[in-house]
C-alpha cells in the first residue's frame, strides 16, 4: 500500500479528486506533467485498490467520471498533510529532492 500511495501521481491525484468527482481531462490539466498513460494507469491501480470509484456515463462521447470512495477519502487527509509538510519545507530539502544528482556536485 505504501507503495501505491506514496508515488507521486497517486498522492496528487488523490489530492485533486478531494473536491469531488473530476472527469479524465480535468484531472490530467490539475496534474500538469502527467501524461495520459500515466494517469491512466494511476487511477487504475487506485480504483483496483477500492480508494477510487470510476462511473461511466452512457453519452455520447462516453462521460466518465472518477471520485474517491470512502477509503480514499480517508486516506486523502494525511497525504494532504504530507503534501503540506514538503510545500513548507520545500526550501530545505536538499539537492537530490530537486534533481541534481549527487554526481553533479562540487
Known sequence: MLDLLANKWAALAIGAMEDGPQRFGALQRRLQG????????TLRRLEDHGFVDRTVYPAVPLHVEYALTALGRGVAEPLGQVRAWVEEHLDEIGPAASGVSAGSRQ
Open 34 to 41: 502527467v501524461s495520459p498513460k500515466v494517469l491512466t494507469n
